[in-house]
Each structure stands twice: as structure tokens, then as C-alpha cells.
């Protein structure tokens, strides 16, 4: 077994340990950036989630599924959380989490309003750091919000930075590190740089507390309370599900404990009687000098050490904590030993990692890349049946078991996930999901995979096959991308170990086939082969809101829809295949996934007489069908008509032979319906070596896409490829259906429309994962055509390339989002003179949700590391991850 590089480190080491059962990822950054604003914590009677728990009531309500806080670490139950309070002297509140606008306050929907980036880490969680930005001036809340609230769609958004409340370098550096002396002994390093001209005080209050999970009832015996209380110096740690633990805290001068309790604070919320301690009891102590939150006993189950640190300009001071097992030894004796360690061994495991990328800058960007998605863990708990009917003793929700979610009373969630963005979006996403996966696997393979199989098995998704969309509406439809993802997980990981991991492939298969049916089933409206699901993923895309009634009579036939679901099938056919060689009886399984395939292709060129293919304009189209039976091609040139290019499986003759079912099967097939034979592009030739190209595009149909695709005119970006062509600008599509008149333009920016809630846009900006699907699929197309198969890049250049070069050139562009240009600049940070020169800013990078069409700066969700991370494996050119990908499979 030939074992990649990165298992002969120090942290590669722990990560077989941890397969072998030692608890390395029992702690991690597992704390939400929001927890307040989410459904979980929604009771309302309308769903008005953000209205609900709003941010002004975080400090103060205890939750009831999560936690959340600044910088925060816990244990995958949340059983014990710590994270960072800050304050600045001037602050109305303490800084214990992030703060950000909700959907109706932001003039392009939800959006964090703070300045915090996600520096390093390792998959073990034993070294991990991120810095915060804080300003000496108090922070402006309010006028955040008004000025957003003020500002149309048609303009940007008002960030934090516009403010002006940085400028002169008057704001605080937060350097937070994280490091294991243990699997269960953490060590806490706060350094905070006064980067301003004149001294500066700042106050920093390590944390700690239990998530409440006494307060809401139980069906058997009450739950007993945690406790912390002070004794000798430290704070001894009390848990019914954990062994004792001691929380020591060590800084030059004088803290001092402030212990509360984690119930929330009846009186200033809901005018209540009620005393006694609560969960702002620590925030009115030091913001307020009030006292009568705080337990005068020295017991609690949230407790702080208060520091104030007076820093010269340009002066730093830091805090040390440690969270440790009574048993361990005590003080901070190994610390600096131990961070230094640490931090010595994640440049050793990134330096494995990184051993063939010789620029410096893609270094950095690919590891930043890394540390925000290792950030972006969270321990997610939501079980659906307890939060629909409500707790024991406590009054029933509004809702009384219906509305939102009410479908999916199966739902157990109580896991540590990969999320989109934990604060824009803290809980998983079905699509995101698998975009997370993949960009895990070159450093850690093994959680890869449990995130897979945990969302496609029995706790979360449906008994009917569906799997969950996301918190928001469960029901929803994401795009199928989840076999894709697993078979290049698997060809990952075999190249990573020297060993192919068929158990997780056929357990995936298994799950998938089952999702694979409920589409089949439920989205294929009349049994024409021809799929919707609505919006699926792409929220704006069309000129109409494909998850809403329409505004006249019909039913759309979805090119994006039926083409997820021929790359759907060739994904199971090809698993199904792998998992043959093995195992012969799922030849059979690979002839039918096979035969739907052939269905959907046919079903895409001739269905009802009116086809998904526009040989006029030589693009596919979504196709509004009316009730008398016409077809209305919506002929707007996005990202829908160029999904078919994702149906793509090239198999190896040598492979089919070794499979005497399937080779006979599928020939019969092919002699059956030779009609449909002629529509999958070249199955009887055999490519530059002996393979066969299985794919919805015959070749003069593929030219046709890509020439689109290729033209700087139209949807190639100098930055990768746009959502929507650019030919739309000034030729926007136009529609009248029964007297409504509906109109799509090309919007590079922030969304100019409100369909499907207006917090993002598939209307021209460049998104990570369908550019990565695409350069996937040229790949692919690729290892059937060779070399000798040239196609022009750009269009009109007359320049004429193969594919996988193209595939490579693409892979650039998208690297040029972060990378410093000639100038020194990079479009991520579009025209913003100190984030692109200030040399405290410039080297911090932000992977965003979605990148200006046009420009390329950075939109949308500012930490939306999940699948926007996937840019790390497109860094390094031919020695990049995806590229050894690609000759893997070749």
C-alpha cells in the first residue's frame, strides 16, 4: 500500500489514529457563527425566522438546538463550549458572536457585517487560527443597517470597511490559535496588535459554558445541570455526560472569574419577573458594572476571565487559556512547546500537501483555502419530530406540528457537518454538500466520506428516497450531484492510499439508487423522461421563479433537470461498473442506469415534438409547455444550456469485455433502438485509445456549446465562466405570458431581482461549482478525444486548442479570483484600495459565494468556503489535485 505524503507527518499520523479510534476529532471548531436567525431556533407561527431570534436578543435567550460564538471550539456534542468575548470600552454590547443583517435588512438579503478571517488549520483540529478585526471605535450597528436598508438593489452593499471605522489603523489584530496538548487537552492563545497611532484598551474574556439541554424537559428523568465553579484560581468543569474538566486561564496581570448561568433572561426580553443569573449576566457586568446577572455563589454554567489589556500603538499582549482533564498536569509549562509544535507540524502537513506548487501566493491561497473549510465544521443538531410537536413541559409551538419541514419527522441530526458558510448559512445544503466533500478529500478523505454517507443515509434522508435540501425547506430539490461526487471522492482517495475503498462505493450506490428512483418517480411529471424540480439550486436563473406557481397555465420541461439526470445515470452506471469488477451482479444494475440514460437522451431531442435542443441557436433550453400542448423554447442562453455538457462517462473497451453481462446487454440494447444509438455521440468508434464516449452531445452539438461557452462575448469571463451570457446586456430576453410581460438582462453583480428571496445571482456572476463541473467534463471528453481533437479559445481567436488544455486554461482563470496579478492585485477584492494594498489586509483571503462576471470581486457570502474551497483543487497546474485526478482516471 503506497500511502500519500501527507499520512508520513505528524498530523497525518493522527489521522490514522483517529481511524484506529483515537478521539483527535472529539474537539473542534464546532461553534456556530449564528445560531440565532435559524429555524431551528424558529417557534414562531409563521416562519418568520429572523424576526423571531434576532440578533438583539442572542446575548440574552438561551438556545435550544445549538450555540454559537466568536472563534469558537467545542466537543461534536456541544457539551462544553468555549469562544472569545471582546470589548473595546465603547461598545453599547460585549462582541460575543457576529453581527450581521437578516434577510429584510440587507439591501441584497442576509449578510455578515464583520471582518474575520480563517488563517490555518488541520484536519485534526490540533492547530488551528483565525484573526478577527476589531475597531476602538464603537462598532456601528445602526448605521449598518440604515444605510443598507436605504440602498437600493441597483447598488451595492454598505460593508463594515465603507465605513471608515478602520482607517489610520485604529482597530485591534484578534489572533486566535487553537492547539492539543491531547486529543483532549486544548490550548487557547488570544493576540491582540493595537495597529492604531495612539494606546488602546482592549478587554478579552475567554469563555466557557454548556449548551442548555436542561431547561426544555424530557420524556424520562430530568436532565441534571452542569456546573462550573472557581477553585483554586481555575474554574472546575461538571458534566453529567463528560468526564470533570479544569479551565485555567493565565495572563500578566490581574482577571478576575464572572460566573452566570446559560438560561435566558426573562425580565429584558419579555418583561417577566425573574432573577437570579443569566446569559447576559456576564455582558451587563463588564459593558454595564451591573452585577445582579451574575451568580454571587461562584457557581454557573457560564463562566469568563475578565482581562483588560492596555496596548501601546502599535503594542500586542496576548491571553492564555487552557481546557484541560482534571487528571492532566496543571498550568501552562508545555504550552508554548506545544503551539510551537504545532504550528511547526501544519506547515509540515501542508508542506507534503504542497510539494509540487513552487508559487508561493497559490501556496497561501490554497491553505487559506483549507483553513476556512476546516472553520466551517459545526456541530448540527435538529431533530425535526422534538422541534414540529415542541418540548415537554414547555407550551406547544404555534406551528403545532405543521408547516415548515412537517414532511420530515424522521430527520435525527446531531452530527458535526460541513456547512455552506456558518454564518450566512449555518446548516448543511444537499448540493453544497458534495462540493464540500470533494474539496475535503485531499486532506482528509476519511471525513469525506462519513459527510456523504451520513447525508444520503436513514437520519437524514426521506424513507422515500428524497434527500434533504437544506433547513429551510427540507422538501426542496437540489441538483443530483451526489454520485458524481462520490465516484471522484473514490478515485481520490484510491490514488491517496494505494487502495480502493469499494465498501463506501457500494454503500453510496446503494443510497443513491434509492434517491435515483424517487426522481424518477416523483420529478418526471408525465413519464416523458423529462425532469424539473424547480429552481434546483440555481435560485434566479430563469425569468420566472421555477419553484413558484407560474404566472400563466403550464408546466416547464427543466434542460438543466433532465440533464442532472443523465449525468446522474451515467455516474451509477459508471459506480456500478467499478463496483462490477468485484462483484458481478451489479453488471445488471450498470445496463440499467445505462438504458435510462439512452431514455433521457431521446427525451431531450424529440419529447412532444418539441425538443430541449434549439439546432437554431444551437443550445438547449428549458421549455415552458403549455395546456394546449405547444412548447415555448425560454431561449435565453444560461448556465441551463450548458449543464448537458456534464453527461459525460467515457468507459475503456478492455473494461467492458471484462464484463460479459453488461457488454451483452448493452449491444442488445443498441441493436434494439438503434435511433437511440445514433443520439449518444460516438459510442461505435472508439476513441484515441480503445474507449467509448457516452455523452448527450454528438459532436457538432458540443461545438456548439463550447463555442458559446469560449467566447469572452458571451459566458467566458477573464475570470472562469459566467452564469449567463453577456450577449444579454444588451439583448435581454423578454417573455409575455397571458398579458404578463417578464424580462431577463445580464446582472454581473449583486442581483438586481428579488426572485427567490434576492441573496444571490445566477443572472452573469461566475460560480465555483458549475465551473468546476465543466472543467470536469472537458477532462472527460478529453481522455476520449485526444489530443488531435482541437477547439478555438477563445472564440474568435483563432487560436485552436484539446480540450484538457482548455480544461487547464479555465482551471487559471478561476485561480486568478485570488492569485496576485502583475499589478500585485487580486480580483477577489475588486476596487477596494486597502483590501488590495494595506499590508494587514492584502494576504487575508475571503472565498466568497459567487465572483463578479465581469471583474471577478468577491459577492454574496463572504465565508462561503464550502464549495468555493474547491478552488484548491484546481491551484498548481498540472501538479494540481484535480489534474493528478484526471491522469488517475485516465
Known sequence: MSLDPIFATAEGQRLLAARDGVPWRRWGPYLSERQWGTVREDYSPHGTAWDYLPHDHARSRAYRWGEDGLAGFSDTRLSWCLSLALWNGNDPILKERLFGLTNSEGNHGEDVKELYYFLDGVPSHAYMRMLYKYPHAAFPYERLIQENRRRSTAEREFELIDTGIFDEGRYFDVVVEWAKVSPDDLLLVVTAHNRGPEAASLHVLPQLWARNDWSWGSDGPAVPRPSLRVRDGAVLAEHHAEAARVFEVEVEGDAAWLLCENETNLARLFGLPAGGPVKDGINDAVVYGRRDGLSDAGVGTKCAAHHVLHLPAHGSATVRA????????????????????????????????????????????????????????????????????????????????????????????DDVLAMPDTWEYPWFAAWDLAFHCLAFTPIDPDFAKQQLLL??????????GQLPAYEWAFGDVNPPVQAWAALRIFQMDRMMSGQADRAFLERCFHRLALNFTWWVNRKDADGRNVFGGGFLGLDNISVFDRSAALPGAGVVDQSDGTAWMAMYSLNLMRIALELAVADPVYESMALKFFEHFLLIAEAMTTTGGVGLWNEEDGFFYDVLRRPDGTGIPLRMQTIVGLIPLFAVEVIDGAAIDRLPEFRAGLLAVLRRRPELAALISRWSVPGSTDRRLLSLLRGHRMKCLLARMLDPAEFLSPHGVRALSRRHREHPFELDIDGVRLAVGYEPGEGLSAVFGGNSNWR?????????????????????????????????????????????RLASRLGGLFLRDAQGRRAVWGDSAVLQSDPHFRDHILFHEYFHGDDGRGLGASHQTGWTACIALLLGGPDGVWQRVCRACG
Open 322 to 413: 487552557r481546557f484541560r482533564p482534571t487528571d492532566g498536569a496543571p498550568g501552562f509549562a508545555v504550552f508554548d512547546d506545544v503551539l510551537a509544535s504545532r504550528r511547526a507540524e501544519a506547515d509540515a502537513f501542508y508542506d507534503a500537501l504542497q510539494a509540487g506548487m513552487t508559487d508561493p501566493d497559490a501556496r497561501l491561497v490554497q491553505r487559506q483555502a483549507f483553513a476556512g473549510l476546516l472553520w466551517s465544521k459545526q456541530a448540527y443538531v435538529y431533530y425535526v419530530r422534538r422541534w414540529l410537536q415542541g418540548d415537554p413541559g414547555q407550551p406547544p409551538p404555534a406551528r403545532q406540528g405543521t408547516g415548515r419541514n412537517a414532511g420530515w419527522h424522521h430527520l435525527d441530526a
Open 455 to 464: 447525508l444520503t443515509g436513514d437520519r437524514y434522508a426521506h424513507p422515500n
Open 764 to 808: 452573469g456572476p461566475i460560480w465555483m461549482p458549475v465551473n468546476l463541473l465543466l472543467i470536469d467534463s472537458l477532462h472527460e471528453f478529453q481522455r476520449y478525444y485526444g489530443d488531435d481533437f482541437l477547439v478555438e479559445y477563445p472564440t474568435g481567436s483563432g487560436e485552436r486548442l484539446p480540450l484538457g488544455v482548455i480544461a487547464e
